[in-house]
């Protein structure tokens, strides 16, 4: 039986039908694309001082679509322009962006780590993330913003420029987009 939260996820979020014993009866081989999916899960679930949400939700969200689309019942064209992007490519991304979120990120930036063109890349990072390239890249940096936000010894400005946005009204609008209050009141 499949969870409704679950099934619901599948027909949603990644346009495939479940059926009833779905995963009933998986078939006993491995799947490298699934297994290392599942293995930067565990690795961020270990890892006590990630404190990354936005990378951990989204390497889940990176396994329940693999999951999805390694046993559901998808067309093939949508299964074929799936698999070209696997864990992997999505990890070296998700790195990318860790190393660099300071600095200028390009969508072309990412779409090389990942070895695919721009719109390509585009296409499947939103539909197995749920978010743009560069909508996950600004989540990412709000996410690190608010991290900086305890030192009291940095600035708006420190912090902002410390998390790759162009100014602080640009920092604080995102901000309050994101966590319903401005970086001061929430410091």
Excluded at 40 to 47: I, R, S, T
Excluded at 58 to 84: C, D, M, P, T
Excluded at 121 to 128: C, E, G, I, L
Excluded at 145 to 173: P, W, Y
Aim: proline letters at 3%; charged letters at 25%; a positive charge.
């Amino acid at each position: 039986m499949i969870p409704k939260n679950f099934n619901s996820f599948a027909l949603n979020e990644v346009g495939v039908v479940l059926a009833r014993d779905q995963l009933a009866n998986i078939p006993q081989f491995r799947d490298e694309d699934l297994t290392r999916a599942a293995e930067f899960v565990l690795e961020a679930l270990e890892n006590k001082n990630l404190g990354y949400e936005v990378v951990f939700e989204s390497l889940s969200r990176v396994f329940l679509v693999k999951l999805i689309q390694r046993y559901g019942e998808a067309e093939e064209e949508q299964a074929s322009f799936n698999r070209s992007f696997t864990a992997a490519h999505y990890k070296r991304v998700l790195d990318f962006i860790k190393a660099n979120f300071a600095d200028s990120i390009s969508l072309e930036d990412l779409a090389k780590q990942a070895g695919l063109s721009p719109h390509h890349f585009s296409r499947v990072f939103k539909a197995t993330i749920g978010k743009t390239p560069m909508q996950f890249v600004v989540s990412y940096r709000v996410e690190q913003a608010k991290k900086l936000l305890g030192n009291k010894e940095l600035t708006m400005v420190d912090i902002a420029h410390r998390c790759g946005f162009s100014d602080q009204a640009h920092f604080s609008r995102t901000f309050m987009d994101r966590y319903g209050r401005y970086p001061k009141l929430f410091r």
